[in-house]
């Protein structure tokens, strides 16, 4: 194993380890409650990146007997069409998570969608009891009796997995989503961490990110980080998938790459361990998914039998 190696957190890795522990909580719930996690994904009109990801996690279900439900619709579906979709979710036993696949066409009113979804069904974190539930929960991330957004939870595993000890460290966070950023900084707090969050009103962001113990880079920006942007023995958490353009090696090969937010060759010669652009967060952010939809479930199990 080169140096490089010992660098890597390697997502894909730690990813495929969860779902082994995952499949075998969900035959365990099966064999004891006669109950199998069902997931609902709803995937408005034809984005080829939405539906790849959609594929992904209905294939990732499958592997770990989960039950994936899709409801796809057509660019012009009327938001009422929607709402009355996911009523029909929220009041069927047989589901456990509903995702909506993001971004909606714009004649949708997004939050008004995600508002509609049963917190207690809400896989994805988004909806604002399960928000607020994240900013006054105390209690570990993993453990919480709610859902926390998939791709925050995974880097913090990640983390966890990579042996890195969060206490009293100053995380920067790169980035200020209600999907990632915001979610982000508030599971590091939660970890007893130094929090700064970066946005792109920050004032010379480069500064702040050097004083980072960890760094977490979520703002969609191809190589934004950069090696001198980074103090010797940081940690990287790299959030950013970005397609950028290349020349192709052989006719009619690949016309694009996936990069980070950081610009990976050069961190790496400074930072102590980093995640990988493809096979670092991407890969944990389903398994998560995957996670969040099996606990909602076990969770639905047991307010059954102590209802009876």
Same mark, same amino acid.
């Given at each position: @194993? ?14 495929? =380890? ?10 365990? %719930? ?15 009109? $034809?984005?080829?990146?939405? +539906? $790849? ?15 994936? @439900?899709?409801?796809?619709? *057509?660019?012009?579906?009327?938001? #009422? *069409?929607?709402?009355?979709?996911? +009523?029909? %979710? ?8 509903? %995702?909506? +696949? %993001? ?19 809400? /896989?994805?974190? #988004? ?12 209690? +570990?991330? #993993? ?15 990640? #983390? ?5 000890? =969060? ?16 979610? @982000? ?8 961490? $130094?929090? $700064? ?48 353009? /290349? ?40 398994? @998560?998914? =995957? ?18």
């Amino acid at each position: @194993m080169s140096l490089d190696d010992d660098k890597i957190i390697d997502g894909t890795k730690i990813a495929a =380890l969860l779902k082994d522990e995952i499949k075998h909580r969900v035959a365990s %719930l099966l064999e004891t409650s006669g109950t199998t996690p069902g997931l609902a994904v709803v995937l408005v009109g $034809t984005r080829r990146d939405s +539906q $790849t990801y959609v594929n992904m996690k209905k294939k990732a279900c499958a592997a770990c007997g989960i039950n994936s @439900m899709g409801f796809d619709f *057509e660019d012009n579906v009327s938001q #009422l *069409e929607l709402l009355e979709t996911i +009523q029909r %979710l929220n009041d069927d036993a047989a589901v456990h998570g509903i %995702l909506v +696949q %993001l971004p909606l066409p714009t004649h949708i009113d997004e939050n008004a969608i995600l508002r509609a979804i049963d917190p207690d069904k809400d /896989v994805d974190g #988004l909806h604002p009891i399960n928000v607020a539930n994240l900013y006054l929960y105390s209690g +570990q991330a #993993l453990e919480a009796p709610f859902s926390i957004p998939c791709t925050p939870l995974g880097c913090l595993v990640l #983390l966890d997995r990579a042996g890195i000890d =969060l206490k009293g460290k100053h995380c920067v966070v790169l980035g200020r989503s209600n999907l990632v950023g915001q979610p @982000m900084a508030r599971l590091l707090l939660g970890r007893d961490a $130094t929090v $700064t969050t970066v946005h792109s009103k920050t004032v010379d962001p480069a500064s702040i990110v050097r004083n980072a113990d960890v760094v977490v880079a979520a703002v969609g920006k191809a190589g934004i980080v950069t090696g001198d942007w980074l103090k010797p023995g940081a940690v990287v958490i790299d959030v950013g998938i970005n397609s950028v353009d /290349v020349v192709p090696d052989k006719p009619g090969g690949k016309t694009y790459k996936l990069v980070g937010d950081v610009d990976y060759e050069a961190a790496k010669t400074v930072c102590s361990k980093i995640t990988p652009v493809p096979g670092g967060v991407g890969p944990m952010t389903i398994a @998560m998914l =995957l996670n969040n939809t099996l606990c909602s479930c076990e969770r639905f199990v047991e307010r059954a039998s102590a209802s009876h």
